[in-house]
């Protein structure tokens, strides 16, 4: 098993969305580097970290498990769709979506500047800047240490 951290905006998806629908598409990732990430290294039954940005409480507010790896994101083939790719062939899909299912809620929002205090987490791609993709990995040790700070 693996841990991720997925990034999401509240006000379109939100640890509580996650915990009404029981499970959901993890749609929309279009960067190539996140993609590669859902289509050849997240497994079935790894564990992710829900991340809320561009919010007021900007943090890990919870936790999901993958039930379904990666597949077409059937968005990119949808005009109607702000995740529409004209480039997106389907015989050959660029894009990737995986399914999660609610796990847990945290207590609080865990908060990036929390986080970024935390000597323990220095190399996580998460505090660093410029370096903050919607899906990227966390090591066992980084996991353990956000659950710890709940």
């Not at 991340?51 to 597949?71: D, F, L, M, T």
């Not at 899909?93 to 609610?102: G, L």
């Not at 000597?119 to 659950?147: A, C, F, H, Y």
Request: aromatic share 10%; charged share 30%; glycine share 4%.
């Amino acid at each position: 098993m693996a841990y991720w951290l997925f990034k999401t905006e509240p006000d379109t998806f939100s640890i509580d969305t996650l915990r009404l629908q029981k499970v959901a598409c993890w749609e929309g990732v279009r960067n190539y580097q996140a993609r590669n990430m859902l289509r050849d290294e997240i497994k079935l039954g790894d564990e992710v970290l829900i991340y809320h940005s561009s919010c007021k409480k900007i943090g890990v507010a919870g936790i999901a498990r993958v039930v379904k790896e990666a597949y077409p994101d059937h968005f990119q083939f949808d005009p109607d769709s702000p995740y529409f790719d004209i480039k997106a062939d389907p015989s050959n899909p660029r894009w990737m979506m995986v399914d999660i299912e609610f796990v847990r809620k945290f207590e609080r929002i865990v908060t990036l500047a929390e986080l970024k205090a935390i000597p323990d987490l220095e190399n996580m791609p998460l505090v660093k800047r410029g370096n903050r993709l919607s899906v990227m990995p966390v090591s066992e040790d980084e996991w353990q240490t956000i659950l710890h700070q709940e």
